[in-house]
């Protein structure tokens, strides 16, 4: 039940007291969730009753007790303090969080100590597990590339002893065996076929139908026959069996040569030549490879040593925290802006390069929040504040971050610390574990946003309840004229209304004052707030 609502009770109580001393007829309607919950609590009917009666009875004498004066000021400090002691203990827990987090990414991150980065260091430094590794395999004479290498195609390997034309097992040999079996057995095939001791051979059978078809053929036909027999005769040297052999012969010496390593000329021989060749080249390319592979780490350390010389290194530095804040912000609904060569608010001003503005999403539309970058070793936290301030104003910002650079940092500094609204971390650019530290820096920003938001809107509330308040009770005043009225035709009762209805003028005079003085010093403390806040 609101206080409006105990107000007119007391008023409504006051303009009857006959009716109040037999009773009188009230019918309610509640509003408030607490009440409501409290009164459900009860079953309907006497018993509900009953329980709202004495409430009510605890109301009005409390309400009596206090003489009708609402100590305002001592609400506003008892919550007061009651925020203080939720923003203390909101505090505790948050530095036992920060203590507890800093020390658990402290013993894996820590750029002296840390095991994430000593296990980098082992990999990455000069002799280090990566070097060593890629000298044993691509190293010199000793890699494992060149032990592989010689093995299979070395001097010694399998496939050279394959391909050695001294080796009683090489390839050669094999080859010659082969062709020199082939041709001895093709001649073999040829000869039984035009010998007159193979009765199935076919100088045999073609003598046999000559001799029946033409036996009675005399004279020049025999002539003609023996002429026909010696061609096939070996002993005449230009017979055509003769011939024939000595080109089937010829052929034998040919395929022989070719396959021949006595021979520069033969098709084995160049076979061999183009092997050499295609090994020696494959060996002029591995070595080849290892000098580039050699040269390209060079080079590569010293790009790195050069950028970290460099000033172009600090843009770049602040160009990969642009690129991980606008991943978080598109994650969680929001625009990340690189402002770094754009100036702001302030004239011919750019401090503040990245801008995050929070979405329709969040609980605080349209906040911002500033990310300050500096990979510069002259900084420290006095400069880093001084930044956020004038970044903050630059930027219309609610809430700032420092990011110190883990090469230039100040040493002995905390990765991660909050100050008000001033937010500084140490950030490794060169480190993906160590972009932690960005996102839950982003995501304190945005709580300190919501915080900020909701503590204006709450103060807010407060002077539109309490304005309510004063036209309620302002409002209620012309009852007084009804009161004075009931109470001259009440004589036995007069003066003791007459005086309830002084003080009661008097108390809510003095209350309708007391809270103009109080609506005005808040209206002017929000103002100032909202004028800072702008500026």
Known sequence: MSLQTLLEDVVDRAADPLEAQFGLPLELKVVDPEVIHALSMHVEGAARDEFALRALRIGVLALQQAQGQIDATAVRQEGERLLQNVEQALSQHQQLLNERLTSQLKIYFDPQDGRFHERIERLIRQDGELEQLLRRHVGDDDSRLCQTLTQHIGDGSPLMRVLDPDAGDGIAAALQQVVQEQLHEQRQRVLDQFSLDNKEGA????????????????????GKIDKAVGEFSLDDENSALSRLVGRVTDAQQTITREFSLDAKESALSRLRGELIDLLRGQSESNTKFQEEVKVAIGEMKARKEEAARSTRHGIEFEECLYAVVQAEAQRCGDIAEFTKEKAGQISRCKIGDIVVSLGADCAAPDAKIVFEAKEDQSYHDRHALDELDTGRKNREAQVGVFVYSSKTAPAG??????????????????????????????????????????????????????????????????????????????????????????????????????????????KSLIGGDAASSAG
Request: with cysteine; net charge negative.
């Open 203 to 222: 100088l045999c059978r073609f003598l046999k139908e000559v001799q029946q078809h033409y036996d009675g053929i005399s004279g020049d036909l025999t």
């Open 413 to 522: 500094i905390d990765p991660f610390r909050r100050l008000g609204n001033s937010i500084l971390i140490v950030w490794n650019s060169e480190d993906a574990a160590s972009d932690l530290y960005v996102k839950v820096a982003f995501t304190l920003a945005k709580a300190l946003c919501v915080s900020e938001r909701r503590k204006h809107a709450a103060e807010a509330a407060d002077v539109a309840e309490m304005e309510r308040g004063v036209h309620a009770i302002e409002s209620r005043i012309k009852d007084l004229d009804q009161i004075q009225k009931s109470a001259t035709t009440v004589r036995n009762s007069a003066e003791t209304i007459l005086e309830s209805e002084r003080r009661f003028r008097k108390t809510i005079d003095e209350q309708i004052e007391n809270l103009r003085e109080r609506i005005g010093a808040l």
